[in-house]
């Protein structure tokens, strides 16, 4: 799979006459399939598509390179803001990618709820990948939320992800 900071969705590249024969990747899969469910969503002002590639960008910005991993960030609030099926998660990627979906999903009536239920995943679970992708999620919401509002929440919020998130790693 592709491990650069470029978009995946294929803006670039060679755009010329000749007709190639590629494999598309676990990954490249991963992105088609987010950017049909989320659709017209919006991140802020932008397209979903930024949040989603900015997720990715940090585990890779970190070292993160595992195929599994690099599939969850694109699909990492798949299954919390449309109405993919979780069955078609697993289907097409297997119960890794949709092990690290759903631990990084929370469930609940309000984003207090959600948060809850995601870190006592957290907690129940030792393994480290999906504490990494929630990571590189608070990290790309923090940079995106830069100066706004939502950087405040987020800061609030810092002491319980810390407890329950990034003091594992």
């Known amino acids: 799979p592709s491990h650069s900071t470029q978009p995946l969705g294929g803006r670039g590249g060679d755009r010329g006459g000749t007709c190639k024969t590629t494999t598309?990747?676990?990954e490249q899969e991963a992105y088609k399939l987010?950017?049909?469910w989320h659709g017209e969503q919006m991140y802020g002002g932008k397209p979903y598509e930024f949040h989603l590639q900015a997720v990715r960008d940090a585990l890779v910005e970190f070292g993160h390179k595992?195929?599994?991993l690099l599939?969850?960030?694109w699909l990492h609030d798949i299954?919390?803001?449309t109405d993919c099926p979780v069955r078609h998660i697993a289907d097409s990627f297997?119960?890794?990618v949709l092990h690290l979906v759903w631990m990084v999903t929370g469930f609940g009536k309000n984003r207090k709820e959600r948060a809850a239920d995601m870190y006592a995943k957290m907690d129940a679970f030792a393994d480290l990948p999906p504490k990494l992708l929630?990571?590189?999620d608070r990290i790309a919401n923090m940079r995106a939320s830069?100066?706004?509002d939502l950087e405040q929440m987020y800061l609030k919020a810092w002491k319980d992800f810390y407890s329950n998130v990034a003091c594992y790693l």
């Open 24 to 26: 598309v990747s676990k």
């Open 34 to 36: 987010a950017m049909r």
């Open 66 to 68: 595992d195929e599994d």
């Open 71 to 73: 599939c969850a960030a």
């Open 79 to 81: 299954i919390e803001d």
């Open 94 to 96: 297997g119960p890794n």
């Open 134 to 136: 929630k990571c590189a």
């Open 146 to 148: 830069k100066g706004t």
